[in-house]
């Protein structure tokens, strides 16, 4: 794994994998593909709609894609980044909106990496992180390197049980002073 990506600053982000790219672009393609089916239906079916309306939906779905795999697929990969420090991680992306996520360690409950057909196919991960009190992924990093992926959810999960054990070193000093 790239020592790189175990930065001990949060402002070194790393860039995801070139995959990622790839991935938005058929994750994209697929979503408007069933818009795009369903004004097929539409226009086939005996519900009595003017003949444009259909065609004037399956043109501007066609319009939306280009502009999403043209502009928005390159713009979102290239905002897409992380970073490892010692004691957190973080996570920057969007396209139009941007939005900063970032995890303390001391925060995590688990960590699991979820691959699905497309993810696996071009050969990334996403590594979720999961803090106390939280109902889904608090953070989600996508677009990983499948080894990458793995050597981070080992790293992290090192580093939180490397915090817990000095937390229970501090909690038993502790409680020798008291006595």
Partial sequence: ???????????????????????????????????????????????????????????????????????????????????????????????????EVTVTFNRLQHIELARGPIERWLGISRLMLYTAGGQGADLSLPGLPEDDAENLKRTIVERVRAEQLSDDVISEVGEQVDE
């Fill in 1 to 99: 794994m790239n020592e790189a990506l175990l930065n001990t600053q949060s402002s070194d982000y790393q860039a995801v994998a070139p995959a990622y790219k790839t991935y938005l672009r058929i994750h994209t393609s697929i979503t408007l593909f069933i818009f795009i089916a369903v004004a097929v239906a539409v226009r086939v079916s005996p519900i009595p709609l003017p003949n444009w309306i259909p065609h004037a939906v399956i043109a501007a779905l066609l319009v939306l894609w280009l502009v999403l795999i043209i502009f928005w697929v390159p713009r979102r990969y290239a905002v897409t980044q992380y970073y490892v420090a010692d004691d957190e991680t973080g996570f920057r992306v969007g396209a139009l909106w941007h939005k």
